[in-house]
């Protein structure tokens, strides 16, 4: 077998979740446990904790898998209007036929106009590709880079998503480690950058860095790099519309967006990306949506700027709460939330934990968790799954278990932290 696959590691899916998923299972054939349900906070799947779909999206997605329904059922005139448009562009007017591999030709010119309107640049539609998720087109660009002797290197945030260490493993390349300074907020620090990169000139030859904007799982947010850059620089964005107000993971939609690539490259990237067909139909359905939302005077306008709203002012309120609530604990120092769904607090463990996971043979803050998920079913990604610096320990968890629960868990993590630590003092 593939020695790269059998190497790669992926925490955010790993032995705590798996773990998480049996006690699940044990509770439901009678268990007795401390708790009665398990508090998924280890993803960012915000409609499996709770949240409403945006009613806009589900409405345009409902005519376009559904074409009766645009005449049978009083939809506003805008979401039939769209629906249209969109089946229209289908083969066979429906979302059951394959679409151009690299997305349907209205919604990558949808999606360019609403890069331009956002950054105040022109973006080519041409240079727009509808992908599944961001986690494909992050995986195709990655796929473009060279292993060997020496192998190309991969400038990567620490901490940093395990998509992107799992992926070079997988592909053969070399990570390079350049530490966020926690101090400064998650800011990217530029010596730390240059030390990174003349340190990896040993072990590779570094081809590009990758820039996690809003950081995951760090949740912090960078500002504009500047024209100067941007006029120069080889530049690959990508956006998934599983995050954000819109949570919809499932979908899978996305899309990525090309700036000064060398043009024989691109004509390979579009070449790997015709082999693997293409995304989801109603993925990218979804994302038109969310490029081409309703505009103030159409029908849907009024009830999708108050649902948008609302979920967004929810999410502000519920990152606030989980950063106070972690800094009022002994032990804890939680950055400020700026534009993700997660937090990234670093604890500090008391000797006697640090030893008795030793003897587990578990990292510290993998022990913590998993005392964490056993004693109160609620489950977090240990700091040492998305790399950290050494000596320190932290753990994501996100804020979007609903306001109701999002309560009851802290309440209940605070007991626990509190016991932990009195037991291991």
């Known amino acids: 077998m593939k020695q790269n696959v059998v190497k790669l590691e992926y925490a955010v899916r790993g032995p705590l979740v798996i773990r998480a998923a049996a006690i699940e299972n044990e509770l ?42 645009i005449e049978k059922y009083d939809f506003p005139s805008d979401v039939k209007q769209r629906a249209n448009e969109l ?3 289908c083969g066979g007017r429906s979302v059951g036929a394959y679409s151009a591999s690299y997305g349907i030709e209205i919604i990558r ?22 992908t599944a998720g961001a986690s494909m087109g992050i995986k195709s660009i990655l796929n473009l880079f060279a292993p060997g002797n020496p192998p190309d290197g991969v400038l990567i ?8 260490s799992a992926t070079l493993v997988e592909f053969g390349l070399e990570g390079v480690g350049y530490y966020l300074d926690e101090d400064k907020g998650w800011g990217l620090d530029m010596n730390e ?21 809003p950081g995951n799982p760090t949740g912090q947010v960078l500002r504009e790099m500047g024209k100067p850059y941007t006029d120069e620089v080889e530049l690959t964005s990508f956006m998934t519309i599983s995050k954000g107000y819109m949570g919809e ?18 004509t390979h990237l579009y070449k790997a990306l015709s082999a693997m067909l293409c995304p989801t139909v109603l ?44 800094n009022s604990m002994e032990g804890f120092k939680c950055n400020p939330i700026q534009g993700a769904m997660y937090c990234f607090p670093r604890i500090q463990l008391p000797p006697k934990a640090i030893e008795a996971a030793k003897a587990e043979g578990k990292a510290a803050d993998v ?10 079913g609620i489950c977090i990604v240990a700091g040492s799954g998305f790399k950290q610096r050494p000596g320190t320990y932290h753990f994501r968890t996100t804020i979007l278990p609903q306001p109701e629960l999002l309560n009851e868990m802290l309440t209940i993590f605070k007991e626990f932290h509190q016991k932990f630590t009195k037991k291991y003092s």
């Open 157 to 164: 945030p620490i901490p940093q998503y395990p998509l992107y």
């Open 249 to 266: 993971c499932g979908l899978r939609g996305g899309w990525l967006e090309i700036v000064n690539m060398d043009k024989e490259v691109q």
């Open 109 to 130: 010119k949808d999606v360019a106009k609403y890069i331009e309107d956002r950054d105040g640049h022109p973006s080519n539609w041409e240079d727009v590709l509808i």
């Open 283 to 326: 993925g990218q359905i979804a994302t038109d949506a969310v490029a081409r939302p309703p505009k103030q005077g159409e029908p849907s306008y009024d009830l999708y700027i108050k649902e948008k709203t609302a979920v967004l002012d929810s999410l502000k309120t519920r990152a606030k709460l989980v950063v106070d609530t972690f």
């Open 367 to 376: 022990f913590y968790a998993f005392s964490l998920l056993e004693e109160t």
């Open 193 to 213: 950058l240059k030390g990174a990169l003349e340190k990896s000139k040993k072990t590779c030859c570094v081809k590009c860095i990758v820039i996690i904007n």
């Open 87 to 89: 089946l229209d562009a």
């Open 28 to 69: 439901k054939k009678g268990a007795n446990k401390p708790f009665k349900k398990v508090i998924r906070a280890n993803l960012g799947d915000a409609h499996a904790m709770g949240a409403k779909p945006i009613t806009f999206i589900r409405q345009i997605l409902a005519c376009a898998s559904f074409p009766e329904l």
